[in-house]
């Protein structure tokens, strides 16, 4: 998988890039910042902190930088639901999993968000005002799911909402590392992975529905 060069963004943008895919392939506690450093182009060790204070406002960034444009995409089909009246559940996991594929079938082979995820999702801090935007937006999308779930006790239909996403973002990051070393075609079998996620998604939910 190619590196970027550094001179093709700025330093901080060169940093997210290479942190995204370290952390990606080797996990939070697998890389250290003088090696993110490095695989950016950095000759200072210290320009992890000078840039973001340190790990975790790396972290945060890396996480921000493409989950925001995902988000904008999640509120125009949550707005188009509203509009049309659609099934709402189906919709609304539509909506979660749907952009997830979208960043992906964008990137290509060679992106590594949907491992970054997958690997760091359960450790971000969504209190952080700065993730407040993707917060709102989550809790939202949640409560409206739970409330599809009358057969469901309220905990235990957020629950099962929150192992259906994390289940979704697993499997599309299995996805992402096969397509980067080929052994599926990313542009043939995408729509297909996609719909079978969507599908075993609707059917967990509604388990147990009389």
């Given at each position: 998988m190619s590196e970027r060069v550094a001179g093709d963004t700025g330093p901080k943008d060169a940093l997210v890039?290479?942190?995204?895919?370290?952390?990606?392939e080797h996990g939070l506690d697998g890389v250290?910042?003088?090696?993110?450093a490095k695989a950016a182009g950095q000759r200072n060790n210290s320009a992890v902190h000078y840039h973001f204070g340190g790990r975790d406002g790396l972290v945060r960034d890396v996480f921000r930088r493409r989950m925001l444009v995902i988000?904008?995409?999640?509120?125009?089909m949550v707005a188009a639901l509203d509009a049309t009246g659609d099934d709402p559940?189906?919709?609304?996991?539509?909506?979660?999993?749907?952009?997830?594929?979208?960043?992906?079938?964008?990137?290509?082979?060679?992106?590594?968000?949907?491992?970054?995820?997958?690997?760091?999702?359960?450790?971000?801090?969504?209190?952080?005002?700065a993730l407040l935007a993707?917060?709102?937006?989550?809790?939202?999308l949640a409560n409206r799911m739970q409330r599809e779930l009358t057969h469901l006790a309220p905990?235990?239909?957020l629950t099962r909402i929150s192992l259906v996403l994390n289940m979704s973002t697993s499997a599309l990051?299995?996805?992402?590392?096969?397509?980067?070393?080929?052994?599926?075609?990313?542009?043939?079998?995408l729509d297909a992975v996609v719909g079978h996620l969507v599908e075993l998604a609707v059917g967990g939910l509604k388990a147990g529905e009389n």
């Open positions: 890039d290479a942190a995204e895919r370290l952390f990606a250290s910042m003088r090696e993110i988000n904008e995409r999640r509120q125009e559940l189906r919709a609304l996991l539509e909506a979660m999993i749907l952009p997830l594929a979208e960043h992906l079938r964008a990137a290509g082979p060679n992106s590594t968000y949907l491992q970054f995820l997958a690997r760091v999702s359960p450790t971000v801090d969504f209190t952080d005002p993707v917060r709102t937006l989550h809790t939202e905990t235990t239909a990051a299995a996805f992402e590392q096969q397509w980067a070393l080929a052994i599926v075609n990313g542009e043939r079998e």
